[in-house]
């Protein structure tokens, strides 16, 4: 039947992962019961802690990096185009906090400032304020038009060229951030505040939930909760789509997915606007969650950062995916600076740990790919198309145009 | 479905659309190459009355271009021949800067040494720096590329990230993470000669000096040799290569070993010429280069050349000019997706059954 | 010249007047210098069965290509069904009506038979992005048809109801070959095109799928052109033959005329001396 080489054939360890994991594929009510436990115990862990423990903290980055990753997943993982630029709808939700909910345009409307539906303490000040729902709003109507604008024209190109490509457009939008301070938008507004950062962003002002502070976190957790709950949803419902199929089609053969009525730019457009909305409500989140906006956050290695969670969890497999964000984001955030710093000078060696960080991701993708390219949770389209060379790279650049 | 008049005009419409379309994707990259060139040049004459300062920067912006049209030669090679974006190659090159300079400073050049001295300790560098970074290059191939051969291309492209990261932290823990100034062994900045009021410097001399035997030398290689023909089948056909008897993965690991070894030279250049090296240093090199070799027509050496040379220019003038470099590094980037996305076949790449 | 007025096939009027479904005129195609397809002009009468034949390397698959929007041509002007199509996207062109297969199957490896019929009806599906993510009642249903219609259309070309949920890349040859039949037919064609469909099947498969292709046109009103090597199954199922050789075409008309052409005769002539002279050395 299966022609992938059994994933779990090598040792029993995996055999009896494998068996469970068949065992959860073929039995939808198993995974239903599974998936509300694990919802159930997700939602009482920050009870467990203090509210302001960093322990919560960092379950708070591990989620909105999780929207991220399902993010970027729908367009690396369904669609198959490396998007090595997915930092730059990162910035430009995070602008849209900067711009839209913090005092930076302190002098739009005479100084009095703009305020929808903010609250109390937004209310009083100079500036644009949006409330934090309209700003995610925006965020994914900012991000999903910059990837239209940066897909169109690019997204005719091969697969690599479009790696190529968006890794440019994500230094592009860098590099204005970080010279944002020198393009003025009339009176002493400029664009961005460079590397000074746009801070304070305002704390979403929520109805019915209680105040998001930095003395109690389990707000800002719940509302990163509801965004992956969207985004896990929005990635469920995109893979099992006539859109989903569209994509496999694409990924494993442009040739017949075009000769078969599949419009090739626009459908990938639809991925890579997808993706790029839910990089903008991560990036928005996070501006406010840090309260910050400096455009040094806006760094190549970030694209990367976020690849190597779909490549560790398994790439287009959104459980997979899911962990990848988790684990990486608490080897990031939590094991490199708190637990291993001193491992170096332990062994002798004069090195600070947290400056490798990326050099360690790096070193995780060469592994991965080279050993276990299907990642640890292994999508099982995926796999055989990475395995086994099922597919075609062949390019026809003509179809494309 | 089209009323009597609409084909008529559709027909008007369409054939001036064409026209455009023509004419643009014939100049349109060589008009907006010569864009910046020709506004600067123009500003200059009516505010100086001169080309002196246009000139300094297209001067600056060849010797500069042949540094990246070394470093774009190892992409072009590659690309050509295993159709992959060698990611990592602009850390290749940082290496050989950093080989370069630890070699010099163990072998004892330093600013008192004699002229002859220096000469002579530099083409030691040379060598040696050339031998480190083609065999890093050619060992990226065979951990992270060779094993990947099969699968879909974006999986080698992932690694090839990987690996850039991997050596750039290589280079942060070996001369560490800012700017490492090293000695100005050739007097880069003093003047060799000046012609029509344009400086042309020791740094000009050695970078052109430098770069033109390599390419020749790999021009006649390519063309004469027989690993070169071998090089030449390969990427043409690869399947048919190996039924010819051609051992493809020599061939392939051959390439990656010349594209390191123009690295390698590049990086000790790059050392000399701007007296600095950092480990963050290659990755920007690395996409100028890309650009410049996408620029070129990618596979093509000449193509590479003339791309690191108009690359070059466009990257002082903008430098020099706007926002004192600060935009640099958006305008090349610019630059990049505008060829990729209007002229992918670059300058000098034909339009071919493939690669379209 | 040796290129014979096309006869009147099966299309009820004759002569020149005769109802085209598709139409090229003077098309041509260069790569890097060579051309590959040279001012061919070429019309498949509605309703008939045509095939494109030639040695190897005569520039079919490349004209095929250019017919189905996968290569743009460099010269002339294509026609389907009335509506220029010259240089159209090849998603477009399937839209509108014309479905094709590959030489060397190119089914989606990972998908399920089903699935890749699914795909098939792309171009007749509406749900977009949200009603993929919504999925609101008319998307269900969508889904639901395009499900029924793609187990119709694998029963209807022979695929065992057993092998539909397989994974493509472990069925045999001939299945595969069969849901690729389907895979084009679930896009509503009004004309299909088979790039070789007989390759690698032993005389007795041959002559089942050249029924099957007669039995497509009566019941599901297609026309169908072919590429194809095997003569016995082009002189047995084709109303008109169109030859080209090295890009050219040089000659057309019934299975008869093509095969006393005397240049018909020198291309194939020529290529197996050619062959025979290259296994000499």
């Not at chain 1, 009339?186 to 962003?201: D, Y």
């Not at chain 2, 970074?133 to 590329?145: D, F, H, K, P, T």
């Not at chain 2, 090293?182 to 003047?191: F, K, N, S």
């Not at chain 2, 052109?208 to 021009?219: E, G, K, S």
Request: net charge neutral; proline share 4%; with cysteine.
């Amino acid at each position: 039947m299966a022609t992938a080489r059994p994933v779990g054939a090598r040792n029993p360890v995996a055999e009896t992962t494998h068996a469970i994991r068949e065992r959860i594929r073929s039995d939808r009510r198993l995974a239903w019961a599974l998936a509300l436990v694990v919802l159930v115990l997700v939602i009482l862990l920050p009870y467990a802690f203090d509210p302001a423990s960093p322990f919560v903290d960092h379950c708070v980055t591990a989620l909105a990096y999780v929207v991220m990753a399902l993010g970027l997943n729908i367009v690396v993982g369904f669609a198959g185009l490396l998007d090595l630029g997915y930092v730059a709808f990162f910035a430009i939700g995070a602008y849209t906090a900067g711009w839209f909910a913090s005092a930076f345009f302190a002098t739009v409307n005479g100084g009095k400032g703009i305020h929808i539906l903010t609250g109390t303490l937004a209310g009083a000040q100079p500036g644009i304020h949006l409330n934090f729902i309209l700003v995610l709003i925006v965020a994914v109507i900012l991000t999903a038009i910059a990837g239209i604008l940066i897909g169109l024209p690019t997204l005719r190109l091969r697969g690599d060229y479009i790696a190529i490509v968006t890794l440019a457009f994500g230094e592009i939008v860098r590099v204005v951030a970080v010279n944002g301070q020198s393009i003025h938008l009339g009176g002493t507004n400029t664009l961005t505040a460079g590397r000074q950062g746009i801070t304070p962003i305002d704390s979403p002002e929520l109805p019915g939930m209680s105040a998001f502070s930095p003395l109690d976190l389990r707000p800002w957790y719940f509302t990163a909760l509801v965004l992956v709950l969207i985004v896990v949803f929005v990635n469920f419902r995109l893979r099992d789509s006539r859109l989903g199929r569209a994509w496999i089609a694409i990924r494993e053969d442009e040739i017949a997915a075009a000769s078969m009525g599949v419009p090739l730019v626009k459908t990938k457009l639809m991925a890579y606007a997808t993706g790029a909305g839910f990089g903008g409500i991560a990036g928005a989140f996070l501006a406010s969650y840090l309260n910050t906006v400096n455009a040094d956050q806006f760094e190549f290695s970030f694209s990367i950062f976020v690849l190597a969670m779909i490549i560790l969890g398994g790439i287009g497999n959104i459980v997979g995916v899911m962990v990848g964000a988790i684990v990486l984001s608490f080897v990031n955030v939590w094991l490199i600076p708190d637990v291993l710093h001193d491992v170096p000078s332990k062994l002798g060696l004069n090195f600070d740990l947290t400056e490798l960080s990326f050099g360690i991701f790096g070193f995780l993708l060469v592994i991965m790919m080279v050993l276990r390219p299907e990642g640890l949770i292994p999508e099982r389209r995926r796999q055989i198309e990475l395995t086994e060379g099922v597919g075609t790279d062949e390019a026809l650049f003509e179809v494309r145009s | 479905m089209e009323a009597a008049a609409l084909p008529v005009r559709r027909a008007l419409r369409s054939s001036v659309g064409t026209a455009i379309r023509k004419f643009l994707n014939r100049y349109g990259l060589i008009i907006a190459l010569l864009a910046l060139p020709v506004y600067f040049g123009i500003h200059d004459l009516v505010n100086q009355h001169s080309l002196t300062h246009i000139f300094e920067n297209l001067k600056d912006g060849v010797s500069n271009g042949a540094i990246w049209a070394l470093v774009a030669i190892g992409y072009t090679l590659v690309y050509g021949i295993v159709e992959l974006i060698n990611f990592a190659h602009g850390e290749v090159f940082m290496i050989g800067s950093f080989v370069s300079f630890s070699v010099w400073s163990t072998i004892g050049l330093t600013l008192t040494t004699g002229a002859l001295g220096v000469v002579f300790g530099l083409i030691v560098t040379l060598f040696v720096a050339m031998i480190a970074s083609g065999s890093m290059n050619v060992l990226i191939e065979r951990v992270a590329y060779k094993p990947l051969r099969n699968a879909p291309k974006l999986a080698p492209l992932i690694t090839a990230v990987g690996f850039s990261f991997i050596l750039q932290n290589v280079g942060l823990e070996w001369y560490g993470g800012s700017q490492k100034g090293v000695d100005d062994l050739i007097r880069a900045q003093t003047d060799f000669f000046t012609i029509g009021g344009v400086h042309i410097t020791h740094a000009d001399v050695l970078a052109v000096a430098v770069t033109t035997p390599l390419v020749l030398l790999l021009a006649w290689f390519i063309t004469k040799s027989r690993l070169g023909k071998a090089m030449r089948a390969t990427a043409q056909d690869p399947e048919a290569a190996r039924l010819m008897g051609i051992n493809v993965d020599t061939t392939i690991s051959a390439t990656f070993l010349i594209g390191g070894l123009m690295a390698g030279a590049a990086g000790l250049i790059y050392a000399l010429y701007q007296t600095t090296i950092w480990f963050f240093q290659g990755f920007q090199a690395g996409l100028i280069a890309f650009t410049a070799a996408v620029m070129g027509g990618i596979g093509n050496i000449w193509g590479a050349v003339l791309g690191g040379v108009i690359i070059g220019c466009i990257q002082q003038i903008a430098d020099d000019r706007m926002g004192g470099g600060t935009w640099t590094a958006a305008i090349v980037f610019a630059y990049l997706v505008l060829i990729m996305v209007f002229r992918p076949q670059g300058l000098l790449g034909e339009e071919t059954r493939e690669a379209g | 010249m040796s290129t014979e007025p096309v006869p009147a096939a099966s299309a009820s009027d004759p002569g020149d007047a005769v109802d085209a479904i598709l139409s090229a005129t003077g098309v041509s195609k260069i790569f890097g210098g060579l051309v590959a397809v040279d001012s061919v002009d070429f019309k498949i009468p509605r309703g008939a069965i045509v095939s494109i034949i030639g040695p190897n390397g005569a520039g079919k698959t490349t004209f095929f290509n250019m017919l189905t929007g996968l290569y743009k041509s460099d010269r002339g002007r294509v026609e389907f069904d009335g509506v220029n199509i010259t240089n159209e996207r090849p998603d477009i062109i399937t839209k509108l009506g014309v479905a094709r297969t590959f030489q060397n199957i190119r089914l989606f490896g990972t998908m399920s038979a089903l699935e890749n019929v699914m795909v098939g009806q792309h171009a007749r599906m509406r749900s977009g992005l949200f009603g993929s993510i919504f999925r609101p009642p008319w998307t269900r249903r969508e889904e639901v048809d395009v499900r029924e219609k793609a187990e119709e259309t694998l029963k209807y070309v022979g695929l065992r109801p057993a092998l539909m949920h397989q994974m493509s890349v472990n069925l045999s040859y001939g299945d595969q070959r069969r849901i690729e039949i389907a895979r084009a037919l679930a896009s509503e064609p009004k004309l299909l095109l088979l790039d070789e469909p007989t390759a690698g099947m032993n005389p007795e498969e041959s002559a089942r799928l050249t029924a099957f292709m007669r039995k497509l046109r009566d019941e599901r009103a297609l026309t169908i052109l072919l590429i194809e090597h095997d003569m016995k199954v082009v002189m047995g199922v084709s109303e008109q033959i169109t030859v080209l050789d090295h890009g050219e075409k040089i000659a057309e008309g019934s299975p008869q005329e093509v095969r006393h052409n005397e240049r018909v005769v020198e291309a194939y002539l020529g290529s197996r001396e050619a062959r025979a002279v290259q296994a000499e050395d």
